[in-house]
């Protein structure tokens, strides 16, 4: 199987290896095309967003305004902080060039002349690996005023490194650019989306570095090429990350739709001891879970998943055995996105918190079947009222794990236990509809 | 103009109105805690989702922006699913603490949680803890725990003040408001803050727990701490002022008002240094009178000076119904033109924002109604360079202390055969005036003040004195006024014997042969109306709460006259 990202070339971080194996011959190519003939060849090539939604990336440059008098810019997504997921820091370490060649193809189309690449600070190291690949194709001509006279052409753009200060909200696009800003780290209301309203008010696209590592070889095999890899409205390989309970954890690169067992057995090697699967998240910690008696068939694709309840996210493979206590699973999920809501919303800032006391109750023991039923309602409450989507990151682990493992979850808080009296905010007022009758 | 529906009805709306704002317009109130419309939107509260036909999810009405033929449901089962859901969420970590917070009572979160709340908290877990009383500068103070995080205070200090000093810090539930480092909230307007929080988070290190809300009246007025005159609510507890909160009005100082006038434009009203009763010099000393025998004291002696001897000083902090009958009395009972009032300029005052040079609330009224020298008549000046020389021995001054404004006029006055002096309260020019007449402030009477733009705005009683009865005036009643006995110590309170200075002009007039008919202020603005340009055809109705403004072209043609 042919590998778009992270092909097995010794060396290839390396600028000399890079460019010995056809390395920013893409962009030459591109130079010689409009802007608009590059992204009608992204659109066409089906390429979907590496960074959680699968948003088609053609469609999403094209909503740059082709005529304003105000600079655009390029946002290149390497937070990676959602849990299980650790795929963007191989292309880093390991391929950085082609993400860097991405980007002045990328720059190029939507008519960008500065690209940030905004890492989480806790990636040291990879952001050394990536500033030096970004200064030896400075020194080599390939980015920045000496682009001019190696492509021929009179377009050049500069790459910046922005390092996160540890947040994970500031992958979420929004907040994102609020950071590179130099502001809190606060998602803003959309409408305006970036491409109107980006940063510092100008015309903006954010792609995840995945996303744009793929568009070189979009540019040089061509768009047709590429749709025929993996599932037809999701074509690609993706990096898979694996971890948990599977012997061989790692990074796989694989065409989509691949089978998620083929993933968890044929890849990485099986779970430890021959145990059965109780559950896997196919995405990182914000996707739906699955059951582990339902992992036959399931495809890794958005499509597939989504027929199957969940979605492909990052492609964060979460493996968890038949031992696994799914109940500190899933308090230590809540936990997460508790700690990491920005705050700024009310559902999520209010709703994060009691989901894990909620959680936290039932592990000590003093949690009632009722309280399986008021996690729910408290997921579906904070689930499409809020700024962000790290609301619905928050909901959908909580709401959906109790959903699909309520025998298990219901074993846990078996005894029905006496709770303080809950708090009568007030009397019961009248209202257009009875408050009794509206549901979720 | 084009239309949207919110639940059924349709209603027009402005291109580029969101959908809270064209609501409004037409009078109907979406919930909101973050939206304030005059700050930018934030978003962040959620309280105004509101489905909206074709759309995927519920959208916020503060920030989406109305367009033709959009279909909203304010009270269908999804918004008030949301809704209930946003007010849930906002209590379970609320301390709750209404019956110790001076917000109860005009607490949008009180309030919300009576309209839009389930009524049962399903919260049994320990609620997050936070600071309390921190104060943000020296007149604000903050609780962490009441706080909704709505970003209000922030923005004002951004957007308003124009001076960033608030900042979140922390994420998620740990959320709250702070300084920034090195940073006080000492901004000239950072009380407003208090106003627009919705909740008891902030509060006036001035007021805070005084009172209840409920147990006071609110009454309308405007700020006289400069000549912007801020509308202003004036709250009286037990015929006492216990605070001053801004009033909207767009056209003069939209939902704001400075610190200063917050806190320094008031506190004279219920002082101990107050005039009680009509005071006459006897031996050196001042000496409580009735008021019968002040007018004839006062009359008798000003009798004695021949017109030319006389000088009359209105005043830029009484009304325009005061003015007036201070001009008329100087030129028709006294005959003098010798007359004018005091400019209190302070340019240090002045800003970009609200506040202005002029440091009186009326000084264009004053003007107007005619209290300016006649034509061979001596400005303020002139007259005081007339008494050092002593062509003028006798004056009549209005509500102004002229000595503690320059002291070295003392010595001037003190050549005077006569000075007789309206006042509000004791000060250095009741120090050595020889009649002195109680007046009423600017809270105890009814009458009209001129803002530096000719807006003509209206004061309205909110403290009684001894000749007005809360309920005989029509004045504003707390549920205390109007129920409590006179058991109740709020029911009760000092009222002054003070007259509003038009009254007490009318009465020495009387005194002095000449009859003024005038029984309530209303009816000296009549004549002010029928007699100046400037005023013609208007009332107070016309006036009404939100003031009148004169044409820039008769306003220029009446200073310039
Ligand atoms: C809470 C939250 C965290 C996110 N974190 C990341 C991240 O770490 N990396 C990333 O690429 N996208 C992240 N996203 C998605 C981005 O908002 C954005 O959709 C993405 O970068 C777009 O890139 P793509 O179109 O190439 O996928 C996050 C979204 C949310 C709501
Ligand atoms: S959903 Fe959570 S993370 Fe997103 S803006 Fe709201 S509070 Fe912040
Ligand atoms: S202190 Fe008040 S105005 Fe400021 S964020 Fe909190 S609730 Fe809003
Ligand atoms: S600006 Fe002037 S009128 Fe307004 S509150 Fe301040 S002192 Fe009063």
């Given amino acids: 199987m042919e590998k778009i990202l992270l092909p097995d070339i010794k060396n290839l971080h390396l600028i000399d290896v890079y460019v010995s194996n056809g390395g920013y011959n893409a962009a030459k190519k591109a130079f010689t095309q409009t802007p608009d003939d590059i992204i009608d060849q992204v659109k066409k090539s089906g390429l979907r967003g590496r960074g959680g939604a699968a948003f088609l990336c053609g469609l999403k440059w094209s909503f740059m305004p082709k005529t304003t008098d105000k600079p655009k810019y390029l946002c290149i997504n390497g937070d990676e902080s959602e849990p299980g997921s650790f795929k963007d820091r191989q292309i880093f370490e390991f391929n950085p060039h082609q993400m860097i060649e991405g980007a002045i193809i990328t720059c190029y189309a939507i008519g960008a002349k500065t690209a940030y690449v905004y890492i989480r600070g806790e990636y040291h190291k990879w952001i050394k690996l990536l500033q030096k690949a970004i200064d030896d194709a400075y020194a080599n001509g390939f980015v920045g005023e000496k682009m001019k006279e190696t492509f021929g052409t009179n377009f050049f753009c500069d790459i910046f490194i922005h390092k996160g200060a540890g947040a994970y909200i500031c992958g979420e696009e929004s907040s994102l650019m609020n950071s590179l800003e130099g502001k809190r780290g606060y998602p803003r209301v959309k409408p305006p989306f970036p491409a109107q309203n980006g940063l510092w008010g100008c015309p903006t696209t954010i792609n995840n570095v995945e996303t744009i590592a793929n568009v070189p070889k979009i540019i040089e095999k061509g768009w047709e090429w590429f749709s025929n890899i993996g599932h037809p409205k999701h074509p690609g390989t993706l990096l898979f990350g694996v971890s948990g309970h599977v012997n061989k954890p790692g990074v796989y690169e694989l065409p989509t739709g691949t089978l998620l067992t083929d993933i968890i057995y044929k890849y990485a090697g099986g779970v430890p001891n021959n145990k059965k699967v109780l559950c896997v998240i196919p995405g990182g910690t914000s996707m739906p879970p699955i059951r582990g008696d339902k992992l036959e068939g399931v495809r890794m694709d958005a499509e597939s998943l989504k027929e199957v309840g969940s979605a492909i996210g990052t492609g964060g493979v979460i493996v968890m055995d038949e031992d696994t206590d799914l109940v500190k699973v899933l308090a230590r999920i809540a936990h997460f996105y508790h700690h990491e809501s920005c705050g700024q919303c009310t559902p999520c800032r209010e709703g994060t918190g009691w989901l894990e006391k909620i959680l936290k109750r039932i592990i000590a023991g003093k949690g009632s079947v009722s309280d399986l039923d008021l996690l729910i309602t408290v997921a579906n409450q904070i689930e499409g009222n809020t700024i962000c989507a790290l609301g619905e990151a928050a909901a959908w682990p909580v709401k959906f794990m109790v959903e699909r493992f309520r025998d298990y979850f219901e074993q846990r808080v078996s005894k029905e236990i006496s709770l303080p009296v809950a708090n009568k905010v007030h009397s019961m007022r009248q209202t257009a509809v009875p408050l009794a009758d509206v549901k979720n | ?561």
């Fill in chain 2, 1 to 561: 103009m084009p239309k949207i529906f919110i639940d059924g009805k349709e209603i027009e709306f402005k291109q580029g109105q969101t959908i809270i704002e064209a609501a409004k317009d037409a009078g109907i109130d979406i919930p909101h805690f973050c939206w304030h419309p005059s700050l930018s939107v934030s978003g962040n509260c959620r309280i105004c989702l509101v489905e909206v036909e074709k759309m995927p999810k519920l959208v916020i009405a503060c920030s989406t922006i109305a367009a033709e033929g959009m279909v909203v449901y304010t009270q269908s089962q999804k918004t008030l699913a949301a809704r209930n859901a946003v007010m849930e969420f906002l209590l379970i970590n609320h301390p709750l603490d209404c019956p110790i917070c001076d917000e109860a009572g005009e607490c949008k979160l009180q309030d919300y949680a009576y309209e839009h709340s389930i009524g049962e908290s399903r919260f049994v877990e320990e609620k997050v803890k936070k600071e309390k009383r921190v104060p943000l500068g020296p007149r604000v103070m903050f609780d962490g725990e009441r706080c909704i995080s709505c970003s209000r205070c922030i923005r004002f200090c951004d957007e308003i003040a124009k001076d960033p000093e608030l900042t979140f810090v922390q994420r998620g539930d740990r959320v709250t408001i702070t300084t920034y480092p090195g940073e006080v909230m000492d901004n000239p307007y950072s009380m407003n803050v208090v106003d627009i929080c919705p909740v008891g988070a902030l509060t006036n290190t001035d007021f805070r727990f005084k009172a209840r809300v409920w147990e006071m009246s609110a009454t309308k007025s405007i700020c006289n701490g400069c000549a912007r005159g801020c509308n202003i609510d004036i709250w009286v507890r037990n015929n006492e002022i216990l605070r001053l909160t801004p009033r909207h009005n767009e056209s003069v100082n939209s939902y704001w008002m400075c610190d200063h006038g917050r806190l320094n434009t008031f506190k004279f009203v219920n002082d101990s240094s107050r005039i009680d009763s009509p005071h006459i010099r006897k031996e050196g000393q001042l000496v409580k009178v009735g008021w019968d025998e002040a007018f004839a004291e006062a009359s008798s002696r000003l009798k004695s000076f021949s017109k030319d001897e006389i000088a009359v000083i209105g005043s830029a902090f009484a009304t325009c119904e005061d003015n007036y009958l201070v001009a008329r009395f100087a030129k028709s009972v006294l005959g003098t033109g010798h007359l004018d009032f005091i400019h209190h300029n302070d340019p240090s005052f002045e800003d970009d924002i609200l506040r202005r040079s002029d440091r009186t609330p009326n000084s264009l009224g004053a003007k107007l109604v005619g209290v300016r020298p006649s034509k061979n008549g001596l400005d303020f000046n002139s007259i005081i360079k007339a008494i050092s020389e002593r062509r003028i021995k006798a004056l009549y001054l209005v509500e102004d202390d002229t000595i503690q404004n320059d002291p070295e006029i003392e010595n001037i006055l003190a050549k005077l055969d006569l000075l007789v002096v309206h006042s509000t309260n004791y000060n250095k020019t009741t120090d050595i005036a020889d009649i002195v007449f109680p007046a009423s402030t600017y809270a105890e009477k009814n009458g009209t003040f001129v803002n530096f733009d000719g807006m003509i705005q209206r004061i309205k009683p909110a403290v009684s004195t001894l000749e007005a009865d809360r309920a005989l005036e029509g004045m504003a009643m707390s549920r205390l006024d109007k129920f409590g006995t006179r058991w109740d110590r709020w029911a009760q309170g000092v009222k002054f014997d003070a007259r509003p200075t038009w009254r007490i002009i009318s009465g020495l007039s009387s005194v002095m042969g000449y009859k003024f008919k005038y029984n309530m202020a209303e009816e000296v603005f009549k004549d002010i109306a029928s007699g100046i340009t400037s005023f013609n055809h208007l009332d107070y109705d016309i006036i009404g709460e939100q003031g009148f403004k004169i044409k820039a072209s008769v306003l220029e043609k009446e200073i310039l006259e």
